[in-house]
């Protein structure tokens, strides 16, 4: 009896943390912990993707719509699905982009951003239909993907993606789209 209670205040504080932690660049990122309800778990996450006159280059802003500060440090987790709904596989490398990412404390309603580029081959591409960003703490949220003249992207099967690139989350937008091309 006092294991299993012991073991569901551990898993409530568990499921409490919000801060992101990072591998360095290069290795693979492990999924954030969950627990047995995620599935119920609402985003605190707005997001949107805005293009770039550079095709495939946009700037991310990853919104806290929650009501509680969020911390936040290193790279987003960016997720892809098709226009069936099925998860696509398509490879994200994290880059230090415009360096190492520092420790955001997200005040409701505040954003942090990235860099990313959607990266197009002919011959591996496949048509995009969701961009899903998330970060501990919170459930994956949809990306609203703005187009180069400001308006959203409701058509998002024209964008084909076969790699992308994101860079470290930054408080403010200043030099997070220098990807070296």
Known sequence: ??????????????????????????????????SSNAGEQQSVLEAELTMQEKPGLGLLGTKNAGTKPI?????????FSDPTGTPMAIPVKRELVPGEGPSITLQPGQTAWAG?????????????????????????????IIGTNGQEVIDTTKIKVSTAKVGTLQPITQGVLTFDY
């Open 116 to 144: 990313v580029q959607l990266e197009s081959d002919d011959s591996d591409s496949r048509a995009l239909n969701v961009l899903s960003v998330e970060l501990p703490g919170s459930a994956p949220a949809k990306v609203k």
């Open 71 to 79: 911390t936040v440090q290193g790279w987003p987790k960016l997720s």
């Open 1 to 34: 009896m006092r294991v299993t209670i012991l073991a569901v205040v551990l898993m409530a504080g568990l499921t409490a943390c919000v801060t992101i932690n990072t591998t360095p660049a290069g290795q693979s990122q492990t999924p954030p912990a969950t």
